[in-house]
C-alpha cells in the first residue's frame, strides 16, 4: 500500500508532515510518497535521517489565500493538485493532506471524482465519545443539502463507523432539536421519513432524531446532519473544551494548595485531555470521493499526521467505496434520478 | 411590581416554584403572585412558613404531554393560561414558568401578543461566558427563519445585552460556518449585509461572522442564530460540559492519590461547575413578546427558580420593550412590509 503525502500542506509544512511520514513508515509499514518543494522535504528526510522515502517534486503551493474553489486548477504543480492527481492515476492508494479544506475538497472531486451516484462528498470527522468515537457527517463540506445528499450520508456513514471504526451495528441519528419525529422543519421530516424506511429494510440501525446533548451521551455512532449545521456543533464542541480547559487551569493556579493537588493529577488530566483531542483520532475523511482522501488538521503535529496516514491505511483496507458503490440504488431518490 | 408566576410548571413543581417565590419576595423584595391548584399551592406555602403570598386559583396543569400548540388554548384554567390571561389584563409585570416551552411560547404570542412589528418571538438564553455572558438568540423558537426575523433578533438581543446583562456597547455577531463575509448559504449572505447596514447606520455594533469556537472565547456579546442551529448550539454546550465533568470525575476517582487530591480541589471545582450553568443565569427571556415572558428550566429548583424571577424583575425595569417599539421601523425589511 502507498500513502500519497501533500508535504507542504498545513501550518507546519514540511517539517511535521515528514516526521508524521518517518514514523508512519515505520510503525505501519506503509509505502509513503511525499508531494512537493523537492530540495526542502529532502533536506527535512536528511534532518530526520531518513533517505529511503520516494519524493515527489511540486513547485507550486496552494496558501489559506488562494481561492478554494479555483486553487487545484490554477496551481496544478501545486503539491496538492500533483497529489490528488497522482491518486486518481492510481500511483498510490489514498491522499492524506493538512492543507486547504476547501481546495482539497474541489480537487479531489474535480480530479478522483466522487463514486457514482453520490451527489455530494461529505467531511466527516470522527468525535472522540464512547468506545468507538462519533462520526459526524456532514460537518462543512456543504452548507446547503437536499434530503438526498442526507440520505447518503446516512448510508455512507454507517458504513464508515462499521468498518473503520469497528461498530457492529452502528446507531445511526438524524440531528434536531427534539427526539420526536414532528421536530425540526420540512427537511428534517422528509428525511425522518427516509432514514425510517431505510431502517425498516435493514440496510441501516437508524435510531430516529438525536439532540446536541446525544451527541457526546453514548447513544449514537454516527450523526447525520448539514454541513452547516454540523460545523456548528463541531466548532462549539472545540469551544467549550477549551473554555473548560481554560476555567480548569484557573482553580489549578488559584492557590499554593491546589497547585499542589493539581500537580498529583497532571498525568491523568493530560491523558483525558488528550483523549478529547480530535487530533488524536486522525484527520477528517472526505467521504464520498472514489478513492481515500483523509483532511488533516491544518495546524497538525507529527502525531496528527501520524494519525492520519493511519486513518487513511484503514480507509484503504476497509472497503467502504465497494460497499457505497454496491449499495448505491438504495441510496437515491427516484424523484431526482429521473431529473 | 408583581411578577406571576406558573406554580405548576416543571418537574418539581409546585414545591420548587413556591420556594423560588418565598426567596425572591425576601430578597427582592418584589410581589409574587402564585398561580395554580391553590389547596396545592397554599400547603407549600404553610411548610414555608410563608402566608403573605397571594395565590390565584388554576384548575387544570398543562403537561409534557399536551399539544404545544393548543395547550393554552384547551386548558383555559390551567396555570399557565391563567399566568399568561392576567400579564395579558395587567394583573401582573411578567410571567416566569417552568411549564412547557412550546406551549408557553404559543401562549404569550396568543394572549399577550408579539412587540407591534416584531415578525416572530425568540427563545434567548444567556450561556454563562465571559464577563456578562453570551446571548444565544434564538435557540429554538423558529426552526425556520426569514432574514428578517434574524435582523430582528439582532437588534433584540443587542437592546437586552445593553440593558439587562450590562454591555456598554454589544458585539453582535452572525453565527456562521466561517468569518470571511462570503462564508455560509444565501440567508447567511443576505443577513450579513442586513446586519453591516445596521452597524455602518450606528445602531448596532455588528462584528462580522462568529463560529462556534467563538461563542465561549470572549469576543462576541450576541449570537444571531435561527432555531435550529442555536438550539444545536445550546444542547451540545450542556453534552460537552457534562461529558467533560464526567471524564474529570473518572480521573478523580482514579485512585487514592487522585482522590485526595481532588478533595483540596472540590470547592473550588464545585464554584467553576456552579458558573458554567446555564440555570444559574436565570431562565431563557421570551425576547419579542409586548411584555415579560420568561421560561425556566424545566427541571428547575428553588435556585433557578430564584434566578428566573430576578430576571423577570431586570427585564420589567430594563425598558427594552420600549427600545424595540421605538426602533421598530429600523428592524423592518420594507420590501416584507409592503407585502
Chains 1, 2 share one sequence.
Not at 486547504?100 to 467531511?123: N, Q
Not at 472526505?286 to 481515500?292: E, F, H, T, Y
Request: with cysteine; proline share 2%; charged share 25%.
Amino acid at each position: 500500500m502507498k500513502i500519497i503525502l501533500d508535504a507542504m500542506g498545513g501550518d507546519n509544512a514540511p517539517e511535521s508532515v515528514v516526521k508524521g511520514a518517518v514514523r508512519a513508515k515505520k510503525e505501519l509499514g506503509v509505502d509513503i510518497v511525499l508531494v512537493g518543494l523537492e530540495e526542502k522535504v529532502k533536506e527535512c528526510l536528511k534532518a530526520e535521517g531518513c533517505g529511503d522515502i520516494e519524493v515527489v517534486n511540486a513547485t507550486e503551493i496552494i496558501t489559506m489565500n488562494d481561492d478554494p474553489s479555483t486553487a487545484t486548477r490554477r496551481k496544478k504543480d501545486s503539491s496538492m493538485a500533483v497529489a490528488l492527481k497522482m491518486l486518481s492515476n492510481g500511483e498510490g492508494d489514498a491522499v492524506v493532506s493538512a492543507g486547504s479544506t476547501g481546495a482539497l475538497l474541489t480537487g479531489a472531486t474535480l480530479t478522483v471524482k466522487r463514486i457514482k451516484g453520490i451527489r455530494r462528498a461529505a467531511m466527516a470527522p470522527v468525535l472522540p465519545a464512547g468506545e468507538h468515537g462519533v462520526m459526524l457527517i456532514d460537518c462543512g463540506a456543504n452548507v446547503e443539502c437536499t434530503e438526498e445528499y442526507l440520505l447518503q450520508f446516512a448510508y455512507m456513514g454507517s458504513f464508515y463507523a462499521k468498518k473503520i471504526m469497528g461498530c457492529d451495528n452502528p446507531r445511526v441519528g438524524l440531528l434536531n432539536v427534539g427526539t420526536e419525529p414532528e421536530k425540526g422543519g420540512e427537511m428534517q421530516h422528509r428525511v425522518f421519513e427516509l432514514l425510517k424506511e431505510a431502517g425498516e429494510k435493514g440496510r441501516i440501525n437508524f435510531i430516529g432524531n438525536v439532540e446536541g446533548t446525544d451527541v457526546f451521551s453514548g447513544r449514537v455512532d454516527v450523526v447525520v446532519t448539514d454541513g452547516f449545521t454540523g460545523n456548528v456543533l463541531l466548532k462549539t464542541t472545540e469551544g467549550v473544551i477549551k473554555y473548560m480547559m481554560g476555567a480548569l487551569k484557573g482553580v489549578f493556579y488559584k492557590s499554593t494548595k491546589n497547585k499542589l493537588a493539581a500537580a498529583v493529577l497532571k498525568n491523568d488530566l493530560k491523558e483525558m485531555k488528550k483523549s478529547m483531542d480530535v487530533n488524536e483520532v486522525g484527520g477528517t475523511a472526505l467521504v464520498g470521493i472514489s478513492k481515500p482522501v483523509i483532511k488533516a488538521h491544518g495546524s497538525s503535529d507529527e502525531r496528527s499526521i501520524f494519525a492520519a496516514i493511519r486513518q487513511a491505511v484503514n480507509f484503504v483496507n476497509s472497503g467502504i467505496i465497494a460497499d457505497i458503490t454496491e449499495n448505491i440504488d438504495h441510496m437515491r431518490l427516484k424523484s431526482e434520478e429521473t431529473l
